[in-house]
């Protein structure tokens, strides 16, 4: 990955962050705490995780870029991943659409990120699943795919809606 790489896929994010703050803007409350069904999340929920966990991603890039060669990572059972997606009916839906909209400022400063940083691997937390992975692994599937995956889980929802 080159550095210029790293700037089209900071581009990618936070146009994939517009399209979801974009889509998600046009709805009414009723539509984004809608749930399709007990296994899968509202618009809220998704609008809510999203609020915590890029910000979540971006800090362990910062760490892992400052501390070559520490851990990074969390498990699905994280106490803060669980906690933004509970209790999201007592969320206002423009406070949190405005958090997700203030992601693209925060992915910003992944633009700055060296090649040689980008490279340099680090050990998951749970070795096991991911083994030492480059930073640049982080951002493309932790930042850049995720919301991706989560623009595709809005797009699912409203397709059941009709």
């Known amino acids: 990955m080159t550095t210029k790489s790293i700037h089209n896929q900071v581009m990618n994010i936070q146009d994939v962050i517009d399209q979801i703050v974009n889509i998600s803007g046009e709805l009414d409350e009723k539509t984004i705490r809608w749930n399709p069904s ?3 999340w509202s618009i809220m929920q998704v609008l809510s ?3 915590e966990a890029i910000p979540y991603w971006v800090n362990e890039v910062d760490r892992v870029v400052e501390k070559p060669g520490s851990e990074w990572g969390r498990g699905l059972q994280d106490p803060a991943r669980l906690k933004a997606v509970e209790n999201t009916g007592q969320l206002s839906v423009q406070k949190t659409l405005g958090e ?5 400022a925060m992915v910003e400063k992944l633009s700055t990120i ?8 680090n050990p998951h937390r749970n070795f096991q699943k991911f083994c030492n992975k480059p930073v640049s692994f982080i951002i493309g599937h932790f930042i ?3 919301v991706e995956k989560h623009l595709s ?3 699912r929802n409203l397709s059941k809606l009709d």
């Open 38 to 40: 007990e296994e899968e």
């Open 153 to 155: 889980q809005i797009k």
């Open 49 to 51: 995780h999203l609020a």
């Open 114 to 121: 060296s090649e040689k940083q980008l490279h340099a691997e």
């Open 100 to 104: 997700v909209e203030a992601l693209k």
């Open 144 to 146: 850049e795919e995720h």
